[in-house]
């Protein structure tokens, strides 16, 4: 895929959404650091369920150590796997209360020593929360990079360098935000919509479907 449709595709993309963000309901960088890491293998819908019940009770992470883990599980019981993401995200608060001064840290290196936090983590907190022009790569992202040709890639990381290097700088920004919702509500796993894509003819996925 050469540079202009890739400026076409994300112009396409931006016309569409204008302002895209995240799903996950949060106010402050912590909220979002917290939805984040219960958001494995849960949907940002039911990720919001807890962190509505959690967060006008505890919203820091004094708060939360002060709920306790018992506390914590009994928020949040609705996710899965909540029991080790309750542990995680009070390891979390506690790494926070004794080294960032209970702020989220604003580098890759001191969010990755966070316990749950990896690199697709980091990076949404990174441009989400503090507006860096990162890009965090999912198992959508990382399918339509690939499926549509706009970055191709064996992993992850492979696919993060090279979106980092071929999304035009003026779109970088919300470029993750673009292609995980393309890949949530459009470019889906097993039938892609392509008949309704804003995309479609510029895409280089060879088997289409009019759906």
């Known amino acids: 895929m050469n540079a202009q449709k890739r400026h076409q595709i994300f112009t396409r993309l931006r016309e569409h959404n204008p302002e895209p963000t ?11 650091l917290a939805a984040v890491l ?3 293998q849960a949907t940002d819908v039911g990720v919001n369920k807890a962190t509505d019940r959690l967060f006008p009770v505890a919203n820091t992470p004094a708060a939360i150590l002060e709920l306790g883990l018992d506390g914590l599980k009994e928020h949040i019981k609705t996710i899965g796997l909540y029991n080790t993401k309750a ?6 608060c506690r790494i ?5 001064g209970g ?19 980091a990076n949404v907190i990174l441009n989400t929360a503090f507006g860096e022009p990162t890009i965090a790569v999912d198992t959508h992202i990382f399918r339509v990079s690939n499926r549509t040709g ?25 470029a993750h935000h673009w292609l995980i919702l393309h890949g949530r509500y459009t470019c889906v796993a097993r039938k892609p919509r392509c008949g ?3 995309i479609e003819d510029l895409c280089e996925f060879p088997d289409k479907v009019d759906l």
């Open 22 to 32: 995240t799903e996950l309901n949060w106010s402050t960088p912590f909220e979002l």
């Open 38 to 40: 219960m958001s494995a």
């Open 87 to 92: 542990e995680n995200l009070m390891k979390t």
């Open 96 to 100: 926070l209360m004794d080294r960032h």
């Open 103 to 121: 702020e989220v840290p604003r580098t890759r290196k001191a969010l990755e020593a966070l316990p749950g936090v990896g690199r697709k983590t």
């Open 150 to 174: 706009i970055a191709k890639g064996k992993d992850v990381v492979e696919v993060e360098q090279k979106l980092l290097r071929h999304v035009p700088r003026e779109f970088r920004q919300d």
């Open 196 to 198: 309704s894509c804003v």
